[in-house]
């Protein structure tokens, strides 16, 4: 079993910055790679971005390519995602997901584990 913890949220105005934190615990050992989605109200769950636990490699939705950056602290057992230039179609709850299985990281499916969700409002 594997246990994420998220911490980061809350309200921006747009062209702000957030970081949103996910500590996993547990079987830390079976993780492949963390992911991040997010599902905004009346809209779909959507894929954000992954990392990759031992090579820490990246994949980004093209919605916040250039924008968002995700990085993992193996010490601490911590991914974060690191947010600029906020807009106000970046409001949702953000999930962190972590998967022991290995490909298609880019969907909700292949993930085992879920944070509780973050909420991450853009407004004026």
């Known amino acids: 079993q594997v246990q994420l913890v998220e911490s980061g949220g809350g309200l921006v105005q747009p062209g702000g910055s957030l970081r949103l934190s996910c500590a996993a615990s547990g079987s830390i050992f079976s993780i492949t790679a963390v992911g991040w989605f997010r599902q905004a109200p009346g809209k779909e769950r959507e894929f954000v971005a992954f990392?990759?636990?031992?090579?820490?490699?990246?994949y980004y939705a093209d919605a916040v390519k250039g924008r968002f950056t995700a990085s993992r602290d193996n010490a601490k057992n911590t991914v974060s995602l690191q947010m600029n230039s906020l807009k106000g179609e970046d409001t949702a709850v953000y999930y962190c997901?972590?998967?022991?299985?290995?490909?298609?990281?880019?969907?909700?499916?292949?993930?085992?584990?879920w944070g509780q969700g973050t909420q991450v409002t853009v407004s004026s």
């Open positions: 990392i990759t636990w031992s090579s820490g490699g990246t």
């Open positions: 997901a972590a998967t022991r299985f290995r490909g298609s990281y880019t969907s909700g499916f292949r993930y085992d584990y």
